[in-house]
């Protein structure tokens, strides 16, 4: 009798890794990497904003790090004096780096983590232990964010965001502990939503998200809106059909975790906050003063001492910025900061130490 075939995997699966090298494209390879610098872009702004400084001292362990040089462009440096770092032996197990027992984690400011290999990744994590700078898995957060844009059919994947939007709401809901609450107020056809569905899936997250509309188009804009530029009001953003959304949601398997909420914000998220006593994360997306201003004021106070994260969408806009302004000198607990332009992120300013710490290891508790 012949024996079953045993397939052995190592981690990741050596043979796998191969014939992707001999078959896939030099598109797929360069997507691979591109993948990683959106995901080290959107950290290295977040850090920039938050520590106030153009420049962070870096060090890459591992060696799946792709694209460093193009790091070191968005302001991940490695000073000269510490050149000597990448002169590892020839032996080394995470070559071409120095052993991580001789190497001093407390003369950087950030760790980036590139090594697929997970016991290779352990040691790395062991020797960083107890270390005083941030510590990044970049390597797994751009592999779970590339993996959940395979996973997502390009028909059902309606988000506005760009790319670089997307990848600092992957941040963000890296950050978030293992059961989300999560709010998105403006879902419009709720293909960002489907998108944070599916990553936290990836990362093992239990999720509620609840996705907040008129799912009729955007109402009508008030005078804060029509201060100067383009003015989002009545009669767009009219495309949002529950019913496909609904659809949508099924076959990409995450009905389960999103719930639909239309009607106006302004009526609908108190019903919310009445049954969601902490939320870990709003994505704020109206484009007008009403919307923003109201979920603001009513998520924020609830907040001051909660690990809440926001992000706001269009930030330029006359409305939304008015908005934004006026909640901040309610509750001045909240920092803004800018991640990228007009997409900016409230958080505590007591926390803000913390939050990018959670960004460590595995997504941390998110506390
Ligand atoms: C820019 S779109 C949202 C895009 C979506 N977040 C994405 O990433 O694809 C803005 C949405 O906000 C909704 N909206 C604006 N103000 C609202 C309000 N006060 N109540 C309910 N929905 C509102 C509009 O109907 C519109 O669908």
Redesign the pocket.
Same mark, same amino acid.
């Given at each position: 009798m012949t024996k079953p075939l045993q397939l052995l995997f190592s981690d990741p699966p050596l043979f796998w890794n191969k014939a992707r090298n001999r078959f896939s494209s030099a598109h797929t390879r360069l997507q691979e990497e591109r993948d990683q610098l959106l995901i080290g872009l959107a950290y290295a702004n977040l850090c920039k904003a938050i520590y106030k400084t153009p420049k962070l001292k870096t060090a890459y362990a591992g060696k799946d790090i792709l694209g460093e040089e193009a790091l070191a462009d968005f302001g991940f440096t490695v000073e000269d004096s510490l050149k000597g770092y990448f002169e590892g032996r020839a032996d080394d197990l995470i070559r071409p780096y120095q052993e991580i027992s001789s190497f001093d984690p407390n003369q950087f400011d950030v760790i980036l983590i590139g090594e697929k290999n997970r016991k290779i990744k352990q040691k790395i994590l062991d020797g960083l232990e107890g270390c005083d700078c941030l510590i990044f898995d970049l390597e797994r957060a751009a592999a779970l964010f590339s993996e959940t844009l395979r996973s997502i059919k390009s028909k059902h994947f309606? /988000? =506005?965001?760009n790319s670089h939007k997307l990848a600092a709401i992957a941040l963000a809901l890296w950050l978030c502990p293992a059961e989300p609450v999560i709010i *998105?107020a &403006?879902?419009? %056809? =709720? &293909?960002?939503t489907l998108f944070m569905a599916k990553f936290l899936h990836k990362m093992g997250k239990q999720p509620r998200i609840y996705a907040? $509309?008129?799912? %009729? &188009? +955007?109402?009508k804009a008030k005078d804060e809106d029509k201060k100067y530029g383009f003015v989002f009001d009545e009669g767009i953003?009219t495309q949002?059909q529950l019913s496909k959304i609904s659809k949508r949601l099924k076959k990409e398997r995450v009905h389960e975790w999103i719930t639909l909420v239309p009607?106006? +914000? *302004?009526e609908t998220l108190p019903r919310i906050l009445e049954k969601e006593k902490e939320i870990s994360l709003l994505?704020l $997306?109206? $484009? %007008?003063y009403?919307?923003t201003k /109201?979920t603001l004021d009513l998520i924020l106070p609830l907040s001051q001492q909660k690990p809440l994260t926001v992000i706001v $969408?269009?930030t330029t806009l006359p409305g939304v910025n008015q908005a934004i302004v006026e909640a901040l000198a309610k509750t001045p607990a909240f920092q803004r900061h800018s991640v990228f332009m007009n997409f900016d992120i409230l958080i505590q300013a007591t926390r803000q130490e913390r939050f990018l710490f959670a960004m460590t290891r595995n997504g941390g508790s998110g506390r």
């Amino acid at each position: 009798m012949t024996k079953p075939l045993q397939l052995l995997f190592s981690d990741p699966p050596l043979f796998w890794n191969k014939a992707r090298n001999r078959f896939s494209s030099a598109h797929t390879r360069l997507q691979e990497e591109r993948d990683q610098l959106l995901i080290g872009l959107a950290y290295a702004n977040l850090c920039k904003a938050i520590y106030k400084t153009p420049k962070l001292k870096t060090a890459y362990a591992g060696k799946d790090i792709l694209g460093e040089e193009a790091l070191a462009d968005f302001g991940f440096t490695v000073e000269d004096s510490l050149k000597g770092y990448f002169e590892g032996r020839a032996d080394d197990l995470i070559r071409p780096y120095q052993e991580i027992s001789s190497f001093d984690p407390n003369q950087f400011d950030v760790i980036l983590i590139g090594e697929k290999n997970r016991k290779i990744k352990q040691k790395i994590l062991d020797g960083l232990e107890g270390c005083d700078c941030l510590i990044f898995d970049l390597e797994r957060a751009a592999a779970l964010f590339s993996e959940t844009l395979r996973s997502i059919k390009s028909k059902h994947f309606l /988000s =506005c965001l760009n790319s670089h939007k997307l990848a600092a709401i992957a941040l963000a809901l890296w950050l978030c502990p293992a059961e989300p609450v999560i709010i *998105e107020a &403006g879902a419009f %056809q =709720c &293909g960002t939503t489907l998108f944070m569905a599916k990553f936290l899936h990836k990362m093992g997250k239990q999720p509620r998200i609840y996705a907040l $509309d008129t799912f %009729q &188009g +955007i109402p009508k804009a008030k005078d804060e809106d029509k201060k100067y530029g383009f003015v989002f009001d009545e009669g767009i953003f009219t495309q949002a059909q529950l019913s496909k959304i609904s659809k949508r949601l099924k076959k990409e398997r995450v009905h389960e975790w999103i719930t639909l909420v239309p009607g106006l +914000i *302004e009526e609908t998220l108190p019903r919310i906050l009445e049954k969601e006593k902490e939320i870990s994360l709003l994505f704020l $997306d109206t $484009d %007008q003063y009403a919307g923003t201003k /109201s979920t603001l004021d009513l998520i924020l106070p609830l907040s001051q001492q909660k690990p809440l994260t926001v992000i706001v $969408d269009d930030t330029t806009l006359p409305g939304v910025n008015q908005a934004i302004v006026e909640a901040l000198a309610k509750t001045p607990a909240f920092q803004r900061h800018s991640v990228f332009m007009n997409f900016d992120i409230l958080i505590q300013a007591t926390r803000q130490e913390r939050f990018l710490f959670a960004m460590t290891r595995n997504g941390g508790s998110g506390r």
